[in-house]
Each structure stands twice: as C-alpha cells, then as structure tokens.
C-alpha cells in the first residue's frame, strides 16, 4: 500500500485544455511538494505547500493544499506542450518523506 | 555550472559485481541524499546524510552504501549486484533537511542496468 496516491496515472490532451490532477493520503503531512520530471531528467520542485487549505499559483498552475493536510491538486489552465511530463508529489511527515507514483501528463499539439 | 552531477550517466554491468556511482553538488547544501527510481517511475528515498548523521530507510539492503568523502559529495557503492537492482538513481542535496521543506535538488540520475 502506497503512503501517497496520484490521479490519474496518465492524462493526455490537447493543447489550451485545462486539466487537475490529484495527490492523496490516509496520512496528515506537514508539507507537501509538487515536482515535474522529464524524461532523462531529475525531478524538478514546483511548488511547497504547508499549511492547511493553501492556494498557492505559478503562472498558469495552480496548487491547493488540502484543509486536513492529507490531499493536494494541482490544476494547470490552458495546458501546453511544454506542460509535457511526470507530476510527482511528495509528502513529509517527520523526517521521513515518500513520493506518489505520479501522473504522466502529455499534451498534445 | 551543474548544481548536483552524478557520474556515470548509464552503467551496465553483470550480476554479482560491485559498482560505484558517485555524486557532487557545488551548491554548498548540508544535505544530500540518493533515491531510486523503478521502471514504474515510482521515486523512493533511500538514504538522506547530514552531517556525519546517515538516515537509513529501512527497505533497503545492506548491500548499499553511502560513502561522503566530504560535504559535497555522496557516493553509492553497491556489492554483489541483483538483476532488481536495475533502477535509475538520482542524487539530491538539499541546504538543510533533512526535510521535504527544504528544497532538494536532484541530479540528472544514473540509469543501472544489472545483467
């Protein structure tokens, strides 16, 4: 059983289509953290959220902090081919952390 | 400048060797730390080092193990390669940590192919 799970695995769409997906947990984080990988590449930090129902916005995404601190979305308005990746979020209880299997996102020209 | 290089890119090696990959990050970081990442994309941290303090996650064999010459560098030795060994490892430091509050920056990974 995962600690953290993503919805859903893989998402493809077209190009100016807006999408949301979602990191959740029976577990209470003190942070969560969302990441963009590409392929080839190591995963790159979006954004941290941390306190409890925080809206956090980096141009076109948009990342959501559950009130109980257990669920996460990230929304992306007007999605382009440069959105292309793995969406993986990453939870911290303590000093541990885990990561969600991810969501592979593809847009489509 | 790359902030977090690992070396080598990609090695391929036979069942039963031991390897090394090694890291370096020149941001000055307290923290570094080694994850893998299976065919299924699912990232797992596997060690975190701070300090001298090395933190174990315990799913981990003992045929693994960090080695830091110095603060800027964590490197990976494993003995006696399995065929589920094969993984992509990625190094990451972060400049405290460790916690996920922190950023970490990873670096480009090391794909391992056991034979």
């Known amino acids: 059983t995962q600690l953290l799970e993503q919805s859903p695995q893989f998402l493809s769409i077209q190009e100016g289509e807006n999408l949301t997906v979602y990191c959740n947990s029976s577990s209470v984080f003190s942070s969560l953290q969302w990441y963009r990988q590409e392929p080839g590449e190591g995963p790159v930090l979006l954004v941290t959220?941390?306190?409890?129902?925080e809206v956090k916005k980096l141009k076109r995404l948009t990342f959501q902090f559950g009130d109980a601190r257990k669920d996460s979305s990230l929304h992306i308005t007007a999605a382009q081919p440069g959105d292309t990746g793995l969406y993986l979020c990453?939870?911290?209880?303590?000093?541990?952390?885990?990561f969600g299997p991810g969501t592979r996102l593809s847009v489509l020209p | 400048d790359t902030a977090v290089s690992q070396t080598p890119k990609y090695l391929v090696t036979q069942m039963g060797n031991d390897k090394s990959i090694k890291c370096e990050q020149n941001l000055g970081h307290d923290t570094m730390y080694w994850y893998k990442q299976d065919s299924k994309k699912f990232l797992k941290i596997m060690f975190s080092y701070n300090n001298k303090e090395l933190i174990i996650n315990e799913t981990v064999p003992n045929r693994f193990s960090p080695k830091s010459p110095d603060k800027a560098h964590l490197n990976l030795h494993i003995n006696s390669l399995e065929l589920g060994d094969s993984a992509v490892y990625f190094c990451a430091s972060s400049a405290q940590g460790p916690t996920m509050a922190d950023t970490q920056y990873f670096g480009p990974g090391t794909r391992l192919t056991v034979l």
């Open positions: 990453a939870g911290d209880y303590g000093q541990n952390f885990v």
């Open positions: 959220v941390v306190t409890g129902g």
